[in-house]
Structure formats: structure tokens, C-alpha cells
């Protein structure tokens, strides 16, 4: 089944090329192009698709912005001439950052990664995997929910830190991260970090012990949490 894209743009000409680029590659529809990003919101908040081709820079509204209203996200692409959105694009968890010009061979790079996200995620609501998939080293990796000690923030990076095996470094936020994760399981204990109720042993003061041996802080703010793990403990 191929993928359904969009692609918004106020140029024309980048509008072009993306054309002549899907119609290229196997495995893609391109179903309608906007120099409007206002149209073109609308139309994906009335017709499903699966991928937006979609740039940042455009005069009547940031195409950031255009991502952050869409209440149900398609997969995202982003093509801009301005490296300096990257960090922002990722932190929506976009597949990829296409700085123009665009060559065909980046161009179909990214696509495989919107195929590869897509396989993975119709597998995990198929069979109901208990899993978090994130991009690490330009691979697409899945990382059990069990198997998650905790995660620390890196700045402009999540690690996430695993039992039995070396940390996945992923350009990612905590805040971003902790919408994949399962509330009742998970729970930010710090500006820096995230942990998971499962695999703490215990409580010293304002530290959380965990069964590997390591110990992670609690800030004033999280204290509540102090309280939460002793309720899932007991459940």
C-alpha cells in the first residue's frame, strides 16, 4: 500500500521537485501539493494521509507551527534552506530535516526512513508491542518498555539507559519521550530524568535507589512521585 503524502511549500519550484522526486520512488502518492499553509492544514485535518512534506520557512505562517496545531500527526519531513530548525523539527518527532537544495539521493534516504517508521508502527499496533521506537544512529530501533531502567537528558539528546545493554543515545526531549511512554509505568523525577517504577528498589531521602545499584535524584517539584511509586508498589 503506498503512502499517501502532502507537500506545502510557498515556493513553487520546491513544490516541483518534490513532484518529480515522488513520482520517482515506488511506494509513494503524492495526493495534493500547497503553496498555502493554511489550505494545506486543513485539507490533512479532513483527509488521512500518511506523510507531509512540509517547509519552515514560509511568509504567512512557520511550518513548526503548522505541526504543532495538527491534532492527529501524519509522519513529518521537513524541508527548509535553515539548519538551524533542525533541533526544533526533531523535537516533533520528525522523521527527517531535508536542507535545500535537495538532492534525489537525500530525498530518497528520508523516504526510506518514513517507510521503515511506518512498517514498525503498523507492526507495533498490530501486535500490540509494549515497545518504544526511537532513531538512533539513522536506524530505527525498538527498545521494550521492561528493559528501560531510566532516561537522562543529554542537553539536546535523551539516553536511554537499558538492562543488560548499552544505552541508545536519540535526538529527542524528555518532554517528547514521556508522551511515548506508559504513564502508569513511567514517571519524570527531574528536570533530567525519567524513570520507571519497575526497577526502582527503594527510597534514601531525596534518592531513588535502583535495582541495577545506581541512584537517581528527585527534584522539589517531583516529590509527589516519592508517594506514587510506594501506591504501585503495593498494587
Not at 522523521?95 to 507492526?123: G, Q, T
Request: aromatic share 12%; net charge neutral.
Amino acid at each position: 500500500m503506498p503512502l499517501k503524502c502532502v507537500a506545502i511549500d510557498d515556493e513553487p519550484l520546491a513544490l516541483q521537485l518534490i513532484r518529480e522526486y515522488v513520482s520517482r520512488v515506488d511506494g509513494l502518492q503524492l495526493i495534493q501539493t500547497f503553496e498555502d499553509a493554511v489550505a494545506g492544514s486543513e485539507f490533512i485535518r479532513n483527509n488521512g494521509i500518511d506523510l507531509l512534506f512540509i517547509d519552515i520557512n514560509m511568509p504567512d505562517v512557520n511550518g513548526l507551527a503548522v505541526v504543532r496545531a495538527l491534532e492527529k500527526k501524519p509522519m513529518i519531513i521537513f524541508t527548509t534552506a535553515y539548519r538551524q530548525f533542525a533541533f526544533e523539527g526533531f523535537e516533533l518527532d520528525a522523521v527527517d530535516y531535508l536542507v535545500k537544495p535537495i538532492s534525489f539521493e537525500r530525498f530518497s534516504r528520508a523516504v526510506r526512513k518514513a517507510r521503515e517508521f511506518d512498517h514498525y508502527r503498523r507492526r507495533a499496533l498490530s501486535d500490540a508491542d509494549d515497545s518504544l521506537f526511537v532513531y538512533a544512529g539513522y536506524q530505527l530501533l525498538k527498545i521494550p518498555f521492561a528493559s528501560i531502567r531510566y532516561l537522562e537528558s543529554m542537553e539536546d539528546y535523551v539516553r536511554v539507559h537499558r538492562d543488560n545493554d548499552k544505552p541508545v543515545l536519540t535526538l529527542m526531549t524528555l518532554k517528547s519521550i514521556l508522551e511515548k511512554l506508559p504513564a502508569d509505568r513511567f514517571r519524570r523525577i527531574h528536570r533530567s530524568y525519567i524513570v520507571a517504577f519497575d526497577h526502582i528498589s527503594g527510597i534514601q531521602g531525596r534518592k531513588l535507589r535502583l535495582m541495577s545499584g545506581e541512584e537517581l535524584p528527585v527534584s522539589d517539584s517531583y516529590t509527589n512521585v516519592v508517594d506514587e511509586w510506594k501506591r504501585y508498589r503495593d498494587l
